[in-house]
């Protein structure tokens, strides 16, 4: 009789050689069956030849013989009496762990059938998805008897429901797009949970499990399943196939390369991965395009099976409930099929998709495959252009369902099909930058969330809502990213001439196309301005305003920023973005309305009268009023702070108070005010207080009075939270800005104290490496620098330090985060109050860029 150590020796050895001799997964669930079937045996041979009155089976992947290299082994002990078996099942898991089989376990009895079924999911399915392993195979068979009794077809319709509930629950926390960039490979849409959740649906309507003894994956018999009972073409069984052997490749070289259990798709993996499976210089972007493919099959699959299997325990509508929509198409309920067997046009299709959109309906199984089957299989799919852009354009003239028809026929490869410019953005990768999605699901976010406005009453909803023709403006979202393959720093440029194009062989008017070209041409712009430049800078507004021609192009473009924006990522549309946009907006229109410049519009729009300020404060006059405005030359000064603030601020001057500090909180942000004698660097160290504080600086204003007094405002969050910030924190603040202009605090020290904590942050929040750019612009009053990077902690007090150290002095400073990179953008004059000459440009560039790459 072999030994326990002798086994463990063999088993070791087994495991390790299967490892490395699969490296590259060629075939991902032979390789996991193979690992399966090799830890049932060390089960079988460590548990020797006992016999066993109680039943041990494979639960989770290990049933499916999926297991991947550092997968949980799930066991589950059945006993008719946990008691009798209590000491045998110790004795076999303390067996196992001894031997480094770190097996979790779990022991059932037969009244934990009823039990689970009435109070945890989770738990409940796992009954229906185990193998037999060992001991009393009589019981096991009684047990899946005695299971499957219990699961009334009411019960079934309760649990199909419930597993359906749980699948959106699960895309909440990890992503509801088979397109997030970096996915969970087995969470996310599209990911390998979807295709197990139908499987676990298939057991409950069928009341059979489908672990065959067979010694492959459980997936490989579940889509000879699907054939055999005719869920769909062979052709979708081949796809699906491929699909879930190159997600369940992905998992298994993310826990090998890893060497632990990792289902978390990142950059750094997706590099490292790719590399290895292709050899090319396109190798990254080349893979990523095949894996949102597969998930996108995946999950496309998914979500019709899930409607199929709910409709199989509902009551169907009496077929004299059907309604001709015309020769080709029947809508029952909200179900639309074919009306006989033809073959369909790209016209037909289209048909089938506006009328998809108009009812708010979906396709049954046999129209959605058919359409797949056209658009995929067919080499060459010739149609006729003029009859069916006519449909396309009817599709974007709905009143709602624009976004989510758009994304459907994406999903079935339709919308590539009758638009090859869009096929390169399918799965386009965006690294380095702050998306989430892939390029062409961020366009299509774009569309459903401008559509979300339609219930929308802000002033954003109302400019939406007022809209009778949005054709234009879908148009523009759609083509907006349209060149990002071909060059993402110029795409707009070359984008607008796309569209011009496409729209040309759709039968587009030169007055329909302009507009659009327009919209794609500019979709920058606006975020550009908001959030990188003085928005009470008379010059800023002038260059902005003159681009339009009316302001109905103006509202256009407001919308499609707001789109862009808001179908990037969750933590970008913030209040304060939200604010900065309807700011520029509103100054914009009064300025195209009434004819007026950005001087003639700032100028009018302040008034400060110093009696309405003084009478804040018992301690101030007038004329400290009217001295203080008279100080400051600087127009932005009025339109940032309130009457009430301005009194704060010359009282606080009154007083004589070395060092003010003012906190004023917003719905998710902290605006901190400090109000204190000018200093050299003074700038660099009231952001190098704030960064040891935690706080992520969004912009910083100052306004320096002739006497010297200086009053700098900031914007910002908690770097973790991205919420304002907690008033608990607010006297350590204060405390250290005092320190930091009394000379007492160090930063140079208290950076270097805080870098191991640093450390483990950064390498948390900040994963990306990039490339530093540092550009001018030109302006009337300032040389303007922008400074592109990675994002880092401490980073603005690195750079405004540089800048002093330069002579630059900075008089407006606007931080633009996204994600984890950054647009500073500095107002600066030189130590002579001159704007930078073109001859140092080279020389600042190298400093700062030597400085920021320090810090990466």
């Not at 010297?708 to 304002?724: A, E, L, Q, Y």
Request: aromatic content about 10%.
């Amino acid at each position: 009789m072999t030994s326990s150590v002798d086994l463990k020796k063999e088993f070791i050895q087994s495991r390790d050689k299967l490892f490395q001799d699969n490296t590259k997964q060629h075939d991902s669930l032979k390789f996991s069956a193979e690992y399966s079937l090799l830890v049932e045996e060390f089960i079988r041979n460590l548990s020797g030849d006992s016999k066993y009155n109680f039943v041990l089976a494979s639960a989770g992947s290990f049933s499916r013989r999926e297991l991947s290299p550092f997968s949980d082994i799930d066991l589950m002990f059945i006993t008719e009496k946990v008691e009798d078996s209590k000491e045998d099942i110790a004795r076999l898991v303390t067996k196992f762990w001894d031997n480094g089989l770190e097996a979790s376990h779990t022991v059932r009895d037969f009244s934990d059938i009823k039990k689970y079924l009435k109070d945890d999911l989770h738990t409940f399915t796992q009954f229906f998805e185990t193998r037999f392993l060992l001991g009393n195979e009589k019981l096991y068979n009684k047990w899946n008897e005695t299971l499957f009794s219990k699961i009334t077809n009411k019960i079934k319709a309760s649990l199909i429901k419930d597993l359906a509930n749980d699948t959106q629950a699960r895309y909440e926390k990890y992503g509801d797009s088979p397109k997030v960039l970096e996915p969970n490979v087995k969470n996310s849409a599209g990911g390998l949970r979807d295709f197990q959740a139908i499987e676990w649906m298939f057991i409950l309507r069928y009341g059979m499990l489908i672990n065959k003894q067979s010694e492959v994956a459980q997936a490989e018999i579940f889509i000879n399943l699907l054939k055999e009972y005719n869920y769909t073409t062979n052709n979708e069984c081949k796809r699906l196939l491929t699909s879930y052997k190159l997600i369940m490749a992905v998992r298994n070289m993310l826990h090998l390369t890893s060497g632990q259990k990792n289902d978390r798709f990142e950059f750094s993996a997706q590099k490292k991965i790719s590399s290895m499976l292709v050899h090319r210089k396109d190798a990254l972007s080349s893979f990523m395009h095949e894996y949102f493919e597969a998930s996108n099959v995946i999950n496309r699959f998914s979500k019709s099976m899930i409607k199929k299997f709910q409709e199989d325990f509902t009551n169907p509508l009496p077929d004299s409930l059907g309604i001709d929509l015309d020769e080709d198409f029947i809508l029952k309920g909200k179900t639309i099929s074919l009306n006989g067997k033809r073959s369909l046009s790209m016209s037909d299709i289209l048909r089938a998709f506006y009328y998809r959109g108009l009812y708010s309906g979906h396709f049954d199984e046999n129209l959605r495959s058919t359409i797949i089957e056209i658009v995929e299989d067919t080499e060459d799919f010739h149609f006729h252009e003029a009859e069916s852009s006519v449909f396309f354009r009817e599709i974007l003239r709905l009143q709602k369902n624009v976004g989510q028809t758009l994304s459907v026929m994406n999903e079935l490869g339709v919308l590539k099909a009758f638009m090859p410019e869009f096929n390169d953005l399918i799965g386009f990768l965006q690294h380095g930058v702050y998306h989430c999605y892939t390029a062409d699901e961020h366009t299509l976010i774009t569309i459903q969330n401008l559509e979300k406005l339609e219930r929308d009453t802000s002033p954003l909803g109302k400019i939406y809502n007022s809209l009778k023709d949005r054709e234009i403006l879908h148009l523009g979202l759609l083509f907006h990213d349209i060149a990002k393959p071909i060059n993402i720093s110029g795409h707009e440029i070359i984008g607008a001439e796309m569209a011009s194009s496409i729209m040309h062989r759709l039968g587009y008017s030169e007055e329909e196309i302009e507009p659009v070209m327009f919209l794609v041409r500019n979709h920058l712009v606006m975020e550009q301005v908001a959030f990188r430049r003085n928005l009470n800078d008379p010059e800023t507004l002038n260059n902005f305003v003159v681009r339009f021609n009316s302001t109905k192009e103006l509202d256009l473009l407001y919308l499609v920023t707001y789109a862009d924006l808001s179908a990037v990522n969750a933590a970008v549309w913030t209040s304060w973005k939200s604010d900065l946009l309807a700011e520029l907006y509103t100054k914009a229109k009064a300025m195209i309305e009434d004819k007026i410049s950005g001087e003639d519009l700032l100028i009018s729009s302040i008034y400060l009268v110093p009696e309405a300020i003084s009478k804040y404060s018992p301690i101030i006059s007038e004329t400290h009023v009217q001295e203080h405005i008279e100080s400051i030359n600087d127009i932005g000064y009025a339109h940032q702070f309130s009457e009430k603030e301005i009194a704060k601020h010359v009282e606080e001057i009154q007083k004589g108070v070395t060092v003010s500090v003012l906190f004023k909180e917003f719905e998710d942000f902290t605006n901190i005010t400090v109000i204190t004698k000018d200093l050299p660097a003074l700038l660099s160290k009231l952001c190098g207080v704030l960064s040891i504080n935690d706080a992520n600086i969004h912009d910083a204003k100052i306004f320096t009075r002739k006497d010297g007094i200086v009053i700098d405002t900031f914007n910002v969050t908690d770097f973790r939270s991205h919420n304002k910030i907690d008033v608990e924190r607010y006297p350590k603040i204060k405390q250290d800005f005092k320190s930091v202009v009394a000379g007492l605090l160090q930063l140079n020290q208290e950076f270097a104290r805080m870098k191991s904590k640093w450390w483990r942050i950064e390498s948390k929040f900040f994963k990306r490496s990039g490339k530093v750019k540092v550009e001018f612009e030109r302006h009337e009053r300032y040389t303007i620098v922008d400074v592109f990077s990675p994002d880092r902690l401490g980073f603005l007090y690195q750079v405004t330090n540089k800048m002093n150290e330069l002579g630059l002095n900075i008089y407006f400073a606007k931080i633009s985060t996204k994600a984890d990179d950054i647009v500073d953008s500095f107002y600066v004059l030189d130590r002579h109050n001159k704007k930078i000459s073109p001859n140092d440009y080279e020389f600042i560039i190298s400093e700062l860029t030597d400085t920021i790459n320090q810090m990466l």
